[in-house]
């Protein structure tokens, strides 16, 4: 009994061993294209905690008293100081209840009730 690999089997087994090896070297540069991508959109992770911070820092600032002489009652105020508020429950915070089509918001040290459609100020009141 001779044992000793005959031709054909190698020549097969080297076929087999390269079909598996492009086959392993077309995954690994599929795989590796597609994460790519991922690795790209991960990028900007400190852009979005910087901005993250500047909303946290603008949140805080909107506690801070600051002198408005243009916010009386029936004057409009400005949409991006309307925007930077925080809505308020007014029961939490001893306020009248709003008329229909108007809301309170804590707004640079005040409370404002305004319509959020016009922003047509109804009154303020300096928070304590």
Known sequence: MNNAPRPASIL???ESLMKKFHTVLALAFLSTSL???????????????????????DHR???TYVE??????????????WDRGDRVDY???????PP???EWRT??????????????????????
């Open 12 to 14: 097969v087994s080297k």
């Open 68 to 81: 408005h002489g243009e916010w009386h009652k029936g004057a409009r105020m400005k949409h991006e100081d």
């Open 35 to 57: 994460m790519g991508g991922v690795a790209l959109a991960q990028d900007h992770h400190d852009q979005d905690h910087q901005d993250q911070n500047h909303q946290d820092q």
């Open 100 to 102: 229909r089509g108007y």
């Open 107 to 128: 707004i640079d040290g005040y409370y404002v009730l305004a319509n959020p459609s016009t922003f047509q100020i109804r009154a303020t009141v300096r928070i304590p």
């Open 91 to 97: 029961r939490q915070h001893h306020l009248s209840a």
């Open 61 to 63: 600032d909107n506690h």
